[in-house]
């Protein structure tokens, strides 16, 4: 039953000053959409919904380009939050030999947004297939694996960011995923189950598993889906056959499940998954973290590879996982390979159920050595 | 917890209705001193609202007062000699309560969780508050006798807070982290965030009463009067309501003249 107009008539008889009063402007200052004129894009859209990048101080947008596309000369255009400005001018010719900084002003004029927009030719880009888990830098407040070996580079994506949002003064070494000093050779990546205090508890996140995997934690999604928030896969161009590396797994002694405490035994899971990245219409396929809830069915995928042996506890143990291309009964097309149409993505948690907010605190998985063995 | 304190309201007056010693005599004198004894009994509709709404607050999508009751007594001494002024006070029972569901537009917010950890941001979206309070009242008030069956009575309250209950939760919106440049976390696809700030609710509240009671029968009252709180219900130090709510009641109900 609706009483408002109760309400209203109220609070009308009662005091003329409680009526909804104007609007204020807007004081957000977004670059909601980027475009470039001509049809020049690689990709169908411009991911605009970037993380801040503390080194540049700007949100950074990277734009590849068709090849021969004179860089020097673009006027991208772009849509704004309403009401806000943006400098230089949205479809002003501007220079992108070298990055461009855009500004933009919120409609109240309070606030404002620079962004780093770079424009590059498209290019191959590989990614390393060894990772040792030796770099890290501090972002956030957390550390980020990344790994580079001559011009290759990956930086591995990790749930860190959502638990930010809810521990939002816990050190590097107490976020779920981490760095630990003393790996199987070197350093190592170390993944920690940990339980995410009363703001996870209240948006019914309770707890949250050490992961990495190659792809993008979309932040903004993070608290609404934080599946379709973990996207996988960046390109890969050659066929790749096994996932090797070693493994060292402590699960955690109680686990949680269903808002309480059971004796089931923790598992951790490592999968990776190769893919077409294009859809028949050649619009641009992205898969998520629901992939395993599917069981892993899906029109694009190509090939499958899945930890499946024995757990072994608390002491470090190789893995070798092969890439099973009879699931799908695909066959690679070596053209589309070298056309950058197929992803490649490793996924790695602490908790096997940790994506629905099941598993042990305190289950700790640590990674090192891995590599990719290809065609 | 609300319906043990009515009924301790009750036990109260039905001992007092008991001890007293051939009471139409003892009222019949009382009467002629300028004595007035009621037993009342309504219902409060009202909200707790800041003043004015906030500029943030860009709608109010649903409203409900819902059951709210108030049970008391009342004296009133008639000074002068005709019995047209006097002064009134009494002891009542009441709930304050509200659901409400609005809609809020860049509005600054800090969700302080029970070990610390805040969320703090600016939201976009909605807010669902529910409000249930319980008060023990003492109202001091001068009374005016307009004619036989009028009287209106105008004066300061004084509440204490026995049990209150203040929660709710943000959902359909986002937040942008910090300030409206942060990063930008959607509440969507039925994501909600609870709170309770149950535990920061004022203890002692207290506002202006003024209203007016029409006597329908010989000890049959009927009454109306309107309660705006002057003091914020949350306590000072509570920062993630950037805005002070005050209670705002109507209170309709009847009252027995003894």
Same mark, same amino acid.
């Given at each position: *039953?609706?009483?408002?107009?109760?309400?209203?008539?109220?609070?009308?008889?009662?005091?003329?000053?409680?009526?909804?009063?104007?609007?204020?402007?807007?004081?957000?200052?977004?670059?909601?959409?980027?475009?470039?004129?001509?049809?020049?894009?690689?990709?169908?859209?411009?991911?605009?919904?970037?993380?801040?990048?503390?080194?540049?101080?700007?949100?950074?947008?990277?734009?590849?380009?068709?090849?021969?596309?004179?860089?020097?000369?673009?006027?991208?255009?772009?849509?704004?939050?309403?009401?806000?400005?943006?400098?230089?001018?949205?479809?002003?010719?501007?220079?992108?030999?070298?990055?461009?900084?855009?500004?933009?002003?919120?409609?109240?004029?309070?606030?404002?947004?620079?962004?780093?927009?770079?424009?590059?030719?498209?290019?191959?880009?590989?990614?390393?297939?060894?990772?040792?888990?030796?770099?890290?830098?501090?972002?956030?407040?957390?550390?980020?694996?990344?790994?580079?070996?001559?011009?290759?580079?990956?930086?591995?994506?990790?749930?860190?960011?959502?638990?930010?949002?809810?521990?939002?003064?816990?050190?590097?070494?107490? &976020?779920?995923?981490?760095?630990?000093?003393?790996?199987?050779?070197?350093?190592?990546?170390?993944?920690?189950?940990?339980?995410?205090?009363?703001?996870?508890?209240?948006?019914?996140?309770?707890?949250?598993?050490?992961?990495?995997?190659?792809?993008?934690?979309?932040?903004?999604?993070?608290?609404?889906?934080?599946?379709?928030?973990?996207?996988?896969?960046?390109?890969?161009?050659?066929?790749?056959?096994?996932?090797?590396?070693?493994?060292?797994?402590?699960?955690?002694?109680?686990?949680?499940?269903?808002?309480?405490?059971?004796?089931?035994?923790?598992?951790?899971?490592?999968?990776?998954?190769?893919?077409?990245?294009?859809?028949?219409?050649?619009?641009?396929? *992205?898969?998520?973290?629901?992939?395993?809830?599917?069981?892993?069915?899906?029109?694009?995928?190509?090939?499958?590879?899945?930890?499946?042996?024995?757990?072994?506890?608390?002491?470090?143990?190789?893995?070798? *996982?092969?890439?099973? &291309?009879?699931?799908?009964?695909?066959?690679?097309?070596?053209?589309?390979?070298?056309?950058?149409?197929?992803?490649?993505?490793?996924?790695?948690?602490?908790?096997?159920?940790?994506?629905?907010?099941?598993?042990?605190?305190?289950?700790?998985?640590?990674?090192?050595?891995?590599?990719?063995?290809?065609? | 917890?609300?319906?043990?304190?009515?009924?301790?309201?009750?036990?109260?007056?039905?001992?007092?209705?008991?001890?007293?010693?051939?009471?139409?005599?003892?009222?019949?004198?009382?009467?002629?001193?300028?004595?007035?004894?009621?037993?009342?009994?309504?219902?409060?509709?009202?909200?707790?609202?800041?003043?004015?709404?906030?500029?943030?607050?860009?709608?109010?999508?649903?409203?409900?007062?819902?059951?709210?009751?108030?049970?008391?007594?009342?004296?009133?001494?008639?000074?002068?000699?005709?019995?047209?002024?006097?002064?009134?006070?009494?002891?009542?029972?009441?709930?304050?309560?509200?659901?409400?569901?609005?809609?809020?537009?860049?509005?600054?917010?800090?969700?302080?969780?029970?070990?610390?950890?805040?969320?703090?941001?600016?939201?976009?979206?909605?807010?669902?508050?529910?409000?249930?309070?319980?008060?023990?009242?003492?109202?001091?008030?001068?009374?005016?006798?307009?004619?036989?069956?009028?009287?209106?009575?105008?004066?300061?309250?004084?509440?204490?807070?026995?049990?209150?209950?203040?929660?709710?939760?943000?959902?359909?919106?986002?937040?942008?982290?910090?300030?409206?440049?942060?990063?930008?976390?959607?509440?969507?696809?039925?994501?909600?965030?609870?709170?309770?700030?149950?535990?920061?609710?004022?203890?002692?509240?207290?506002?202006?009463?003024?209203?007016?009671?029409?006597?329908?029968?010989?000890?049959?009252?009927?009454?109306?009067?309107?309660?705006?709180?002057?003091?914020?219900?949350?306590?000072?130090?509570?920062?993630?309501?950037?805005?002070?709510?005050?209670?705002?009641?109507?209170?309709?109900?009847?009252?027995?003249?003894?």
């Amino acid at each position: *039953m609706n009483y408002k107009p109760l309400l209203y008539a109220f609070l009308l008889g009662s005091a003329s000053v409680s009526c909804i009063r104007e609007e204020a402007p807007n004081a957000e200052a977004d670059i909601t959409g980027c475009t470039l004129p001509g049809n020049v894009l690689i990709q169908d859209s411009i991911d605009v919904d970037v993380s801040y990048d503390e080194s540049l101080n700007a949100y950074p947008i990277y734009v590849q380009v068709k090849k021969g596309t004179d860089c020097s000369q673009l006027a991208p255009t772009f849509t704004l939050t309403p009401g806000a400005t943006i400098e230089p001018a949205s479809g002003s010719v501007q220079d992108f030999t070298s990055p461009v900084r855009y500004t933009v002003t919120s409609e109240d004029g309070q606030w404002h947004r620079t962004y780093s927009i770079s424009i590059e030719e498209e290019k191959v880009k590989e990614i390393p297939t060894t990772f040792h888990f030796e770099d890290t830098r501090t972002e956030n407040g957390y550390y980020v694996f990344y790994e580079t070996s001559g011009t290759q580079e990956l930086t591995w994506a990790s749930g860190n960011g959502g638990f930010r949002l809810a521990i939002n003064d816990a050190e590097p070494s107490e &976020y779920p995923t981490t760095l630990e000093e003393k790996g199987f050779s070197g350093k190592c990546a170390k993944l920690v189950t940990r339980t995410t205090g009363s703001l996870g508890a209240m948006v019914g996140m309770p707890i949250a598993a050490g992961n990495l995997f190659i792809g993008k934690f979309n932040l903004s999604n993070a608290l609404s889906n934080s599946l379709k928030a973990t996207q996988l896969g960046v390109e890969f161009y050659h066929k790749p056959l096994k996932l090797k590396g070693y493994y060292k797994y402590t699960p955690g002694n109680q686990f949680y499940e269903n808002g309480g405490y059971t004796n089931r035994k923790d598992q951790f899971d490592i999968y990776a998954i190769f893919y077409e990245n294009k859809d028949e219409n050649g619009q641009s396929v *992205m898969l998520d973290g629901t992939l395993p809830l599917a069981n892993f069915v899906h029109p694009n995928l190509v090939a499958l590879a899945q930890y499946k042996d024995t757990q072994v506890l608390n002491s470090w143990q190789p893995f070798e *996982m092969t890439f099973d &291309y009879d699931r799908y009964g695909k066959s690679v097309d070596l053209d589309r390979l070298n056309a950058g149409d197929y992803n490649i993505s490793i996924v790695i948690s602490s908790s096997k159920d940790g994506a629905t907010f099941e598993g042990a605190p305190g289950s700790t998985l640590w990674i090192d050595e891995m590599s990719i063995i290809y065609e | 917890m609300k319906k043990k304190w009515i009924t301790c309201m009750l036990l109260a007056m039905a001992a007092a209705g008991v001890q007293a010693q051939n009471p139409k005599e003892i009222l019949r004198q009382t009467r002629e001193n300028g004595w007035e004894f009621d037993l009342k009994a309504g219902i409060n509709i009202g909200g707790f609202s800041p003043l004015p709404l906030p500029v943030e607050i860009r709608s109010i999508d649903s409203y409900n007062p819902t059951l709210a009751v108030q049970l008391g007594v009342d004296i009133t001494k008639w000074i002068d000699s005709s019995r047209t002024w006097g002064v009134s006070t009494g002891l009542r029972f009441e709930n304050k309560n509200m659901t409400t569901r609005a809609t809020v537009k860049n509005y600054g917010m800090e969700i302080i969780g029970g070990d610390g950890n805040r969320m703090k941001g600016n939201w976009t979206g909605g807010v669902r508050t529910k409000v249930q309070n319980t008060y023990l009242t003492l109202p001091v008030l001068a009374s005016w006798k307009a004619s036989p069956r009028w009287s209106l009575h105008a004066g300061p309250y004084f509440s204490y807070l026995l049990d209150g209950t203040f929660s709710g939760d943000v959902y359909d919106g986002y937040l942008r982290e910090g300030n409206p440049t942060g990063d930008k976390i959607n509440f969507t696809n039925g994501a909600v965030a609870t709170y309770d700030f149950s535990e920061h609710e004022r203890k002692f509240q207290w506002g202006i009463q003024v209203g007016a009671d029409w006597k329908a029968f010989s000890h049959l009252k009927v009454y109306t009067h309107l309660t705006w709180g002057l003091n914020d219900l949350f306590e000072k130090d509570f920062q993630t309501i950037t805005f002070a709510m005050y209670p705002i009641y109507l209170n309709l109900g009847f009252g027995y003249t003894f």
